[in-house]
């Protein structure tokens, strides 16, 4: 029997959800909760529960954004990252002072480092080549 993973069951779980009255919810996620106790994926749940908000923030068309920088960002410059990368984003700001100047941008699976310490790192390679 092939095995389901987590992400199988949040997709399953928000395609049980996505349509749903508020009045139908409560039993759809009483025979979820039933079905992982079947699988043996109660531990899971929490997996789970992440992956099923990744796919409801994408259906929704809500991007998460990462901001890293080496010191706090001025909000107006922080509203024009968020505005040149998506409509609805969800942002996550970070200071890491070892950037030196400059910053970091993750979106779904990329980044973008526009970061003064990758400059320099890459600076160094090019140096003793």
Not at 18 to 26: E, G, H, I, K, P
Not at 70 to 99: C, T, Y
């Amino acid at each position: 029997m092939k095995k389901i993973s987590n992400k199988q069951f949040a997709e399953a779980l928000y395609e049980l959800t996505a349509d749903l009255n508020v009045s139908d919810l409560d039993v759809v996620l009483k025979n979820f909760v039933n079905l992982l106790a079947k699988k043996h994926k109660i531990k899971q749940t929490k997996n789970i529960i992440a992956e099923f908000e990744i796919i409801l923030k994408k259906k929704q068309g809500i991007v998460e954004l990462e901001i890293t920088s080496a010191r706090e960002l001025d909000k107006g410059v922080v509203e024009k990252i968020k505005q040149a990368f998506a409509k609805e984003v969800e942002l996550i700001e970070k200071v890491d002072k070892s950037l030196i100047g400059g910053i970091r941008v993750k979106i779904a699976d990329k980044i973008l480092d526009a970061s003064v310490k990758t400059q320099l790192s890459n600076l160094k390679k090019s140096l003793t080549v």
